[in-house]
């Protein structure tokens, strides 16, 4: 299905009854529109409800979204524009844009009133008769100051809705194209690390730079416009001079953003490598934990980003140079235009001039100050539009033929192909994986794909549904799809909703799929039945459970076509027997008429179906009936022996697995704000950094009185000209030394705090407890690693260091009007508790809102995770993504709201707190002007205070809006630092101080008396275990599902922890395990997994991630040397040898060939304790009979343990341990033979 069918999907949305209700803005008058006011009943009600209470507010105490701004009308918009990822971003935010735009033309239009009335005032208090005149100039600058602050609010307000609106549309479309990828593009054009960025990090930079846009026009229209108002005051030629210093910076600019273009592409590859490899281990944890490999992942994934926080490093230098540049370009441009002025005025200038001069000069610091960051966001926003772009254009699944015809006129094939050639790979010199395919799948038939491991079974499957690239031939479905995959797809959901999987619910047909797929006694063992939440990717279900759920939904939605990707291995025998008798052949074929092909190893699957197809190097070597032992060469054991199943019960744990993701209350807190100053280098050091921060404010005072000493001593009485002119210009080199001396030492503190904190969070997490990998979505720990790192990395330096500029800027005006007109200051007190009194109102409102903002991205992204990178050939096949993404846009929708209240919080209280401070500076100036008309106070002063108090009420919103910014900003640490110090650790002890160098030398295991359950409240599941295993032993371990077979493996390696005894439980080579550190534990027993690990990148990468073998060459020579059996397996699975390249999560390789990279990795360290879960159950009979070969051969000395079904696959162990309900028997395998055997499943 095409993405844009996808995207013209209804979506349902809008406001819920459970919500708030709609906001007033709709009804409110213009003047409530442009105050805000209708926004202040939220403030009242969360102050109502902490008083009462004390309880925060929750997402159904904000306001329900408006119809324009649901997904449903967003995506409207977007698809008016058929292509280009740019027209259509503009397509959804024309209207506001455009607002924003005016807003911000008029905002900045009418602040050119305020230097022109400033100059009128100082030359009213100079030479005018008329007392009263300064005092109107006063009022008609409060005038310009509330017209400024109420454009200067709708303009943010306009920007922000633009931003979040283009950020939703994008969240959205990269969710569908993801959806709309084949495997084939997926193997050869991205990686899930990639994906993640797409979906958590571009369309945010994206909308950063919508946000700031506007100020890449404006910057250049407000310098021009003082330049105007220069000329009318100065003249030509000093104000062009002045121009000619501030030009002199665009060059550097546009060098600057070409540097930043390529550096931030550079950074964006490394930083989808990290998210990449940090996604990876984080979805194979549990066997990173068996492998005892966490120190080592963290080492992997540290080197990776000791890279992306060198290109930050680079990007900074160079940000901290223009940030100098910058903040001394003023002084520069005022200095070349005052000298030029007193030449060409015989050295004369007055108050009114210098001050003015200087004023406009000054007001050029926030454009020019701002234009680096935008120039920086623009280079990041292109970067992601460009990685969009690229990406929207990718490839799509090309679905085969779907023949839409009346049940009368229906062929007799489900699925035809013809003359059909596969690649896996899109690159078109590929070698093909199937050729000259010729086959037909009658109606309502059984089919059966068989062949050797790599012989092209799921190849075959994939081909049918469009998954594989096709060069040649024809393929035609006729009917709908359903698809279980060899890997199950499980849901972070309940049971019921796995298995209904969005369709009609029908109690009868439901009832009737549990029963057949023997999932009855399953959910009946479950603590809330078919409604107990299964957690992330099944995690609290056996394979063979997630198998069953696989097989249930497929079953359930009553498609034509059944396609099964060997869905029975993970199963017991006698319950496989039951599930392919009552469900695959009973159910869906015999009672239902429907088609089923199913990839198998079994023979006596392949005898009862209507139809074998067998392969053999991609190719058909068998299309009929089955063929019967002659097929056994390619299939797994002949003759299974049952063993007796009972329902399986992994589940421990209540009805709701997943934990609400956890909040923070009240302020930012002392312990955060201490955890990042003290990763940052400790208190001295930004101790040191604000001691440079004053010095660098110090010059700017300097600064600013050397122009007061100038302007008192026009006549050059006291000193000559040069002298002034010398002074000015060394004080505004040490402003710019100083500000690049700090703003670099600054972002470095925030880099080694970033540094530091994203190290420890990722420690804590690798160390955490499997329990919590159970509990917590991936989607939510990802985020903390990408987006949570990223605000760390970026808007966290860059707002706090805007933040630490104002704040001391206002200080230093503050304590100068404070020496030079202390009376202005008289109104201080009121305006400080006007601002206590706001800020209480507002700030727990803000806090909120971002918290609920913050953690209401966790389920887009979770979803997007689960569904999109993990979950898309199961969804596209059975043609749910629009199910999918409907319930993308319900999480996003969510975000909108939690958006739209934080965003009019911000809004509301800085138009208040600047209206305030333009009332104070009015009432400030008024006292100054009186004072001076009074003689109180010389003219170089008030024009000193004048200025001062004028860019106080101008800093005062910018201020508290950086203040939020920060502050907001932190909850990222708040988040990064609960996750660093909070969740749970497994054991940390060290090893102890007789342990041998060389441990485990012989591999002798002794269980005594173990007991464990998972929960102290729950029963026991292994009760008193005792048997004893010598060195260099060969046993097998069997026992139904739920018999306690993976608890003991689990807690072999304190997975779980056994019951407090008195004596040690487990004893491996005389050490008591318990007492042993998990990496030494861990990294002594290799084991391979039921389900196999395998990372992107090459087949040598695979055998040894770790480059504990010594690379690639190595790797080749053990295998050759030591393994020559294992060598020749894996020469003829990956002709291209060591360099095969594997990509992400293994797509492009069958589960059989995936156990054998697994059993290879384990081996080739030479173990003494191997244990086998399940390692060969998708692999072809032969390979298993080599397999088991070069165990025999290879590993005499060594203790072996392997987990199975069936007694077949152990039949030539040492000893058999049989679990049975929580105890053991031990004996020969001649002692459990006597369960009888079939051929048959």
Not at 828 to 857: G, M, Q, T
């Amino acid at each position: 299905m095409k993405i844009h069918e996808e995207l013209d999907k209804d979506v349902e949305a809008g406001p819920g009854s459970d919500y708030a209700g709609l906001s007033e803005e709709g009804n409110a008058n213009i003047f409530s529109k442009t105050t805000f006011g209708w926004a202040t009943s939220l403030f009242f009600k969360a102050r109502k409800q902490r008083k009462k209470n004390k309880e925060e507010l929750t997402q159904f105490d904000l306001w329900a979204i408006r119809d324009v701004d649901t997904m449903k009308t967003l995506l409207n918009d977007f698809f008016k524009e058929k292509e280009g990822v740019s027209k259509q971003i503009w397509s959804v935010i024309r209207y506001r844009f455009t607002l924003t735009v005016v807003f911000k033309f008029l905002n900045s239009t009418v602040q050119f009133g305020t230097p022109l009335l400033m100059y009128q005032l100082l030359e009213a208090l100079s030479t005018s008769e008329d007392r009263w005149v300064p005092f109107v100039y006063i009022v008609a600058m409060f005038v310009v100051f509330t017209a400024q602050i109420t454009f200067e609010s709708l303009y943010y307000w306009s920007a922000a809705r633009s931003g979040w609106k283009a950020r939703s549309v994008l969240t959205h479309r990269v969710q569908a194209k993801t959806l709309c990828l084949s495997q084939c593009t997926r193997n050869v054009s991205t990686s899930s690390g990639k994906l993640i960025s797409l979906m958590q990090v571009d369309p945010v930079k994206i909308e950063r730079f919508i946000n700031q846009a506007a100020i890449l026009w404006d910057s250049l229209y407000q310098i021009l416009g003082y330049e105007v108002i220069l000329i009318t005051k100065i003249g030509w030629g000093p104000s062009l001079l002045g121009l000619v210093v501030v030009l002199f910076f665009i060059p550097i600019q546009v060098w600057l953003s070409k540097y930043l273009v390529k550096l931030n592409a550079k950074l964006a590859k490394v930083t989808d490598k990290r998210v990449q490899l940090s996604k990876d281990t984080l979805q194979t944890i549990h066997g990173v934990k068996l492998g005892g490999w966490e120190d080592i992942s963290v080492e992997v994934i540290q080197k990776q980003r000791k890279q992306e926080l060198e290109y930050l490093r680079q990007s900074i230098l160079f940000k901290s140079l223009v940030g100098g540049l910058l903040f001394g370009l003023p002084a520069f441009a005022a200095v070349v235009s005052l000298t030029m002025y007193a030449v060409l005025h015989n050295g004369t200038m007055t108050t009114a001039t210098v001050f003015t001069v200087a004023t406009i000069w000054s007001m050029t610091i926030p454009p020019m100050s701002s234009y680096p960051t935008v120039i920086a966001q623009y280079a990041e926003a292109k970067i992601s539009l460009g990685r969009l772009e690229e990406f929207f254009n990718l490839e799509e699944t090309s679905p085969p033929t779907c023949e839409t015809i009346s049940p009368a006129e229906q062929s007799e094939d489900a699925i035809t192909i013809q003359d059909g050639t596969f690649h896996w790979s899109s690159n078109a010199d590929s070698t093909p994986v199937l050729k000259n395919i010729n086959l037909r799948f009658p109606r309502a038939t059984l089919t059966a794909v068989m062949g050797r491991v790599g012989s092209g079974k799921s190849s075959l499957l994939y081909s049918t549904m469009g998954e594989l690239r096709q060069s040649t031939g024809l393929v035609s479905i006729s009917g709908k799809v359903a698809f279980a995959p060899q890997v199950a797809f499980v849901m972070n959901a309940t049971i019921r909703e796995n298995i209904i999987f969005g369709h009609m619910f029908n109690q009868e047909r439901y009832e009737k799929v549990v029963r057949v797929t023997q999932l009855e006694a399953d959910i009946a063992t479950f603590p809330d039945g078919d409604n107990t939440a299964i957690g992330e990717r099944g995690v609290t279900l056996s394979g063979g459970q997630r198998q069953r759920l696989n097989l249930a939904r497929a079953a359930y939605a009553n498609n034509d076509i059944v396609i099964l990707d060997d869905q029975l291995s993970a199963l017991d025998p006698n319950v496989a027997r039951r599930v392919f008798g009552e469900c695959i052949k009973g159910f869906i074929v015999q009672e239902e008429g429907r088609t089923v092909v199913m990839s198998t190893n079994e023979i006596g699957v392949a005898e009862e179906c209507d139809k074998v197809v067998c392969l053999k190097d991609g190719e058909v070597i068998h299309d009929g009936v089955c063929a019967g032992k002659s097929l056994a060469p390619m299939t797994t054991s002949v003759q299974p022996a049952e063993i007796n199943s009972a329902p399986e019960n992994k589940s421990k744990t209540g009805g709701t697995l997943i934990e609400t993701e956890e909040r923070a209350h009240g302020a930012v807190s002392v312990k955060d704000l201490g955890a990042y100053v003290q990763s940052g280098g400790g208190a001295l050091a930004w101790v040191v950094m604000g001691l440079v921060f004053l010095v660098a404010q110090g010059a700017r005072f300097v600064n600013s009185y050397w122009l007061k000493l100038w302007s008192a001593d026009a006549m050059y009485i006291a000193h000559s000209r040069n002298f002034y002119l010398v002074g000015y210009a060394l004080t505004s080199v040490m402003v710019a030394w100083c500000d690049f001396v700090a703003s670099y030492m600054f972002y470095i503190l925030c880099l080694k705090a970033s540094r530091a904190l994203h190290e420890a969070v990722l420690q804590r997490i690798l160390h955490a407890p499997m329990s919590f990998f159970h509990s917590t979505p991936l989607g939510r720990i990802v985020a903390r690693l990408s987006s949570d790192i990223y605000m760390l990395d970026r808007d966290l330096p860059a707002n706090s260091l805007r933040f630490i500029r104002q704040a001391l800027t206002v200080a230093m005006f503050v304590i100068t009007i404070a020496v030079f007109a202390p009376i202005s200051l008289s109104v201080v007190p009121v305006v400080l508790v006007a601002y206590i009194v706001l800020v209480a109102l507002y700030r727990p409102v803000a806090r909120d809102a971002k918290r609920l903002e913050s953690i209401s991205r966790s389920p887009i992204y979770s979803n997007y995770i689960e569904n999109a990178v993990n979950g898309s050939l199961v969804l596209r096949a059975f043609k749910r993504e629009s199910w999918s993404l409907e319930k993308l846009d319900t999480s996003v929708e969510e975000n909108i709201r939690n958006s739209y209240a934080l965003i009019v919080a911000q809004r509301w209280v800085n138009y208040r707190i600047t209206f305030i401070g333009n009332l104070f500076a009015i009432v400030s100036m008024s006292l100054v002007a009186y004072l001076t008309l009074e003689g109180s106070i010389n003219e170089s002063s008030a024009g000193l205070a004048l200025s001062y108090i004028m860019q106080i009420a101008l800093y005062l919103g910018v201020l508290l809006r950086n203040f939020v910014n920060v502050e907001t900003d932190f909850n990222s640490v708040e988040r990064i630092n609960y996750y660093a110090t909070m969740i749970p650790q497994e054991d940390t002890r060290d090893d102890p101080s007789d342990m041998p160098a060389e441990w485990p030398s012989k591999g002798a295991l002794n269980i005594q008396n173990l007991s464990v359950r998972y929960h102290p409240e729950q029963p026991l599941i292994l009760k008193n275990v005792s048997f004893s295993i010598a060195a260099g032993e060969r046993v097998g371990v069997i026992g139904r599902t739920g018999s306690g077979k993976s608890t003991f493996i689990n807690t072999l390696v304190r997975i779980v922890e056994p019951e407090a005894s008195d004596t040690p439980s487990i004893l491996l080579d005389g050490q008591d395990v318990a007492k042993l550190s998990l990496k030494t534990l861990r990294s002594g027993i290799s084991i391979v997994p039921q389900d196999p690990i395998v990372y992107s990148g090459t087949l040598a990468t695979n055998l040894d991630p770790f480059n504990l073998v010594g690379g690639e060459d190595k790797v080749l020579r053990t295998l050759q040397d030591d393994f020559p059996i294992l060598a020749d397996i894996l020469v003829r699975q990956f002709p291209t040898g060591m360099s095969f390249e594997i990509v992400d999560q293994g797509a492009n390789l069958s589960q059989g060939e995936k156990q054998i990279i697994a059993f290879a990795r384990a081996v080739i360290v030479n173990p003494k304790v191997l244990l086998l879960d399940e390692a060969t159950s998708s692999v072809d009979y032969k390979t298993d009979g080599q397999i088991q070969e070069c165990i025999r051969e290879y590993f005499k000395s060594c203790t072996i343990i392997t987990i199975a079904h069936r007694l077949a696959t152990v039949s030539d162990s040492d000893k058999i341990v049989n679990f049975d309900n929580g105890s053991v028997q031990v004996g020969p395998p001649s002692q459990f033979m006597h369960v009888h055997q079939t051929e048959n499943v």
